[in-house]
């Protein structure tokens, strides 16, 4: 059983900043990709951004210069700091990881629980 426990999100003005973090517990060997992903109220899922176990990372246009994702491989978290928020960066984010297990290093997807960033004008 693995797990993702997200943390940081919640109310804040334009132009601020939040943090939002995301740990994985349970039984793995190894993590593959991490992310990050939006749903806005009506709307689809949509990727935020994502991070590669080797530290590669991808961005939606939306965030590029304001969020930064990263990750600490030996805690088995991921970050996401976000500044410069704009309304539009409403919605529920989720945390996403391709996790590798032992013993037979099956390939499991996971999402966290969620948590809302609200982003008032």
């Known amino acids: 059983q693995v797990q993702l426990v997200e943390s940081g999100g919640g109310l804040v003005q334009a132009g601020g900043s939040l943090r939002l973090s995301c740990a994985a517990s349970?039984?793995?060997?190894?993590?593959?990709?991490m992310g990050w992903y939006r749903q806005a109220p009506g709307k689809q899922r949509d990727s935020v951004a994502t991070?590669?176990?080797?530290?590669?990372?991808n961005y939606a246009d939306s965030v590029k210069g304001r969020f930064t994702i990263s990750r600490d491989n030996a805690k088995n978290t991921v970050y996401l700091q976000m500044n410069s928020l704009k309304p539009e960066d409403t919605g529920v984010y989720y945390c996403?990881?391709?996790?590798?297990?032992?013993?037979?290093?099956?390939?499991?997807?996971?999402w966290g629980q969620g948590t809302l960033v609200t982003v008032s004008s």
């Open positions: 996403n990881a391709g996790i590798i297990q032992p013993p037979s290093y099956r390939y499991l997807e996971v």
């Open positions: 991070i590669t176990s080797g530290g590669m990372t």
């Open positions: 349970g039984s793995i060997f190894s993590i593959n990709i």
